[in-house]
């Protein structure tokens, strides 16, 4: 869990987001606004969703379901392949975390309790995720849906480049 310090300890092989935070907070203010919003709307938030959140919470990166279960099966919640992915399914259509469909992976919500499109800026280097809201309904791609009687209920926005970190990165660590 966290080390008790307030500020998380700087970690320079590991992606905290696109820019310098507090990353403790990260997980115990996710893990408590998930708690916030199971408790007011009456789901279920189980040892094994809180699980997987807490997992998605520690790393500003896209996990695959099966890195998932591995770290499930470390953490000695069974490995049933089934746990993992009702857990991730629980938590994506309950707006705790997104499904990037670019990488296959999951990642915990930055704004869980609020209505939201997301945006993700996805590293192409390290895989790091940043999430950004998107306001489909005011851009062009709304115009179009206005025009044509169409109405949008969901967009997928996912921007693919280098993050902050990468661009850094001195030429010689970039290596194929
Ligand atoms: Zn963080
Ligand atoms: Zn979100
Ligand atoms: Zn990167």
Not at 39 to 50: A, D, H, K, Q, Y
Not at 56 to 70: K, M, P, S, T
């Amino acid at each position: 869990m966290t080390s008790g310090s307030p500020i998380a300890p700087e970690d320079a092989t590991t992606p905290v987001g696109f820019s310098r935070h507090d990353h403790a907070s990260c997980v115990v203010d996710g893990l408590s606004a998930a708690e916030v919003r199971c408790n007011r709307e009456g789901l279920r938030f189980t040892p094994v969703r809180r699980k997987v959140l807490e997992i998605l919470l520690q790393e500003h990166r896209a996990l695959g379901a099966y890195v998932i279960l591995d770290r499930l099966r470390d953490e000695g919640f069974g490995s049933q392949p089934p746990v993992a992915y009702r857990a991730l399914d629980f938590l994506v259509s309950n707006g705790l975390a997104h499904k990037i469909e670019r990488l296959n992976a999951f990642i915990a919500c930055a704004h869980p309790g609020e209505t939201h499109a997301p945006a993700f800026m996805i590293c192409r280097m390290c895989d790091s995720v940043a999430e950004a809201q998107s306001t489909p309904a005011r851009g062009a791609l709304g115009a179009a849906a206005r025009a044509t009687g169409f109405r949008i209920e969901r967009t997928v926005v996912e921007a693919e480049g280098v993050c902050p970190t990468c661009a850094e990165k001195p030429a010689e660590d970039v290596r194929a």
